[in-house]
């Protein structure tokens, strides 16, 4: 995987998380992440890709930081 990528999504998920972010710097966040996972075949792991899809923007950030995120209620950490 692409260093350079994984950094350009972490920084873009830890923008996410502070508090006060104006409208149009969410709207640029989730551009930046739709775009990762636009292709088909994003060439993401497997978890990543699954909550980048889904939006699920904790857990994608709880996992690059090498946590384990909870599960949630699409049934698939079930």
């Known amino acids: 995987m692409d260093p350079v990528r994984l950094q350009r999504i972490l920084e873009t998920l830890q923008a996410l998380a502070q508090p006060g972010l104006p409208k149009d710097g969410l709207l640029a966040c989730m551009q930046v992440l739709d775009a ?7 060439g993401l792991p497997g978890d990543l890709d699954h909550y980048l899809r889904r939006r699920s923007y904790e857990k994608a950030l ?6 384990t995120p909870g599960a949630g209620t699409c049934g698939r950490g079930a």
């Open 36 to 42: 990762e996972v636009a292709a088909p075949e994003s």
């Open 62 to 67: 709880v996992f690059l930081q090498g946590g």
